[in-house]
């Protein structure tokens, strides 16, 4: 086994996979190939990430995850207790739906919440926020807050994850890291010229 990669004695990784420099597989995971991990990742107890998923770097797996085929989470991505991903959108046992399988992509930043359902084809966008037990069935826009089953627009988060308050402008300031947002109808845009913090 690769040393610059921990994976837990109980857990499988079949070949061939990429598991980046640094990442941490714990108990009881199956990884399948061909799937890509990237760096520095936190994989929890009981995580399956199926044939073609691909993780990105710095990603945060909590425990009892699946990722079907189908998902990419792209670099900084958490993926809360539990959370669920599906892949086919009318599945039956009896019929092989296989060539249906619906992407979804989770992008740089996001947050899934505790027990919430991402119905595949959809996008997640850059640091939106899923909140706890949300059914998500329809893409969500960058720094979005989204709640509830059907999830919806809630609000809106900054990078660092603190809540934006545009009330009645445009701008926003977050209180808590200084960054400057800018709202057009339902797309926000942080014009703070800065590197993401890891």
Same mark, same amino acid.
């Given at each position: 086994?690769?040393?610059?990669?921990?994976?837990?004695?109980?857990?499988?990784?079949?070949?061939?996979?990429?598991?980046?420099?640094?990442?941490?597989?714990?108990?009881?995971?199956?990884?399948?190939?061909?799937?890509? /991990? $990237?760096?520095?990742?936190? %994989? #929890?107890?009981?995580? *399956? !990430?199926?044939?073609? @998923?691909?993780?990105?770097?710095?990603?945060?797996?909590?425990?009892?995850?699946?990722?079907?085929?189908?998902?990419?989470?792209?670099?900084?991505?958490?993926?809360?207790?539990?959370?669920?991903?599906?892949?086919?959108?009318?599945?039956?046992?009896?019929?092989?739906?296989?060539?249906?399988?619906?992407?979804?992509?989770?992008?740089?930043?996001?947050?899934?919440?505790?027990?919430?359902?991402?119905?595949?084809?959809?996008? /997640? $966008?850059?640091?939106?926020? %899923? #909140?706890?037990?949300? *059914? !998500?069935?329809?893409? @969500?826009?960058?720094?979005?807050?989204?709640?509830?089953?059907?999830?919806?627009?809630?609000?809106?988060?900054?990078?660092?994850?603190?809540?934006?308050?545009?009330?009645?402008?445009?701008?926003?300031?977050?209180?808590?890291?200084?960054?400057?947002?800018?709202?057009?109808?339902?797309?926000?845009?942080?014009?703070?010229?800065?590197?993401?913090?890891?």
């Amino acid at each position: 086994m690769d040393s610059s990669f921990f994976v837990h004695e109980s857990s499988y990784i079949d070949e061939p996979c990429i598991i980046g420099t640094n990442t941490k597989i714990w108990h009881f995971c199956h990884v399948m190939s061909p799937c890509v /991990i $990237g760096e520095d990742c936190n %994989i #929890g107890q009981n995580v *399956v !990430v199926s044939p073609y @998923v691909k993780i990105g770097n710095r990603c945060k797996i909590q425990n009892n995850v699946s990722l079907y085929t189908g998902v990419t989470c792209e670099d900084d991505v958490f993926l809360g207790p539990s959370c669920v991903f599906t892949n086919v959108i009318n599945p039956r046992s009896a019929i092989d739906r296989k060539s249906e399988y619906r992407p979804t992509i989770i992008k740089k930043g996001a947050s899934i919440g505790a027990n919430a359902t991402i119905v595949c084809g959809h996008t /997640i $966008g850059c640091h939106a926020f %899923i #909140g706890a037990g949300s *059914v !998500v069935t329809k893409d @969500v826009p960058d720094f979005a807050l989204v709640m509830g089953n059907p999830a919806r627009l809630s609000g809106w988060m900054c990078i660092c994850g603190e809540k934006l308050r545009f009330e009645d402008s445009n701008n926003a300031v977050c209180p808590k890291c200084s960054r400057y947002y800018l709202k057009e109808g339902n797309t926000v845009t942080c014009i703070t010229d800065d590197t993401y913090l890891h």
